[in-house]
């Protein structure tokens, strides 16, 4: 598997991949992907990685991070996301993308990364935990899926062993 910096030529398979989990109804509480605009102003660049069977080949997934507050106190705090193509879950793609991100998160200057995950998707779950992410607590009816049923998520941390200390 080859892990690469996401380009902009990457965006429509990035946005389809998206919308994928976003219709699970388990990955996301969004209701519809950004457009590239957006995403470009709101995720670092030298955070954001897409993965590939081999050179050349469709994104299999991607990794990004964005955002967590506008506080200088909590510029190397980060909200990390992870989706894998339905055509390639289970096949290692998440692990492999966020094994990619934590090292290049660290070098860029992030001490935490943070995930929102919904309490249903266990198999995210269980991969940010292969990770080093640790769950810090539920946040009960966090949000309000299209349906009108609110939805609990699950707070993850992983917090740098090099970075900030």
């Known amino acids: 598997m080859i892990i690469e910096p996401m380009t902009t030529a990457d965006w429509p398979a990035v946005r389809r991949i998206y919308a994928e ?6 990955a996301t509480l969004e209701r519809e992907a950004p457009d590239w605009h ?7 660049q030298e955070c954001r990685f897409v993965a590939r069977e081999d050179a050349g080949g469709p994104v299999l997934g991607w990794t990004a991070l964005g955002g967590y507050s506008a506080r200088k106190v909590y510029s190397g705090v980060a909200w990390e996301s992870v989706y894998v193509a ?7 793609v998440g692990r492999a993308l966020l ?7 660290e070098a860029a200057g992030f001490w935490t990364l943070l995930a929102g995950v919904l309490i249903d998707n266990t198999a995210s779950l269980a991969l940010h935990e292969r990770v080093g992410f640790r769950r810090v607590g539920v946040q009960h009816g966090m949000g309000q899926e ?5 939805r609990d998520v699950v707070l993850l941390e992983r917090r740098s062993t090099t970075v900030g200390r």
């Not at 957006?38 to 670092?44: A, C, T, V």
């Open 21 to 26: 989990g976003i219709a699970t109804g388990d």
């Open 38 to 44: 957006h995403f470009d102003h709101s995720h670092p």
């Open 86 to 92: 339905a055509e390639a879950r289970g096949r290692g």
């Open 99 to 105: 094994e990619a991100l934590i090292p290049a998160s």
């Open 146 to 150: 299209a349906t009108g049923r609110w």
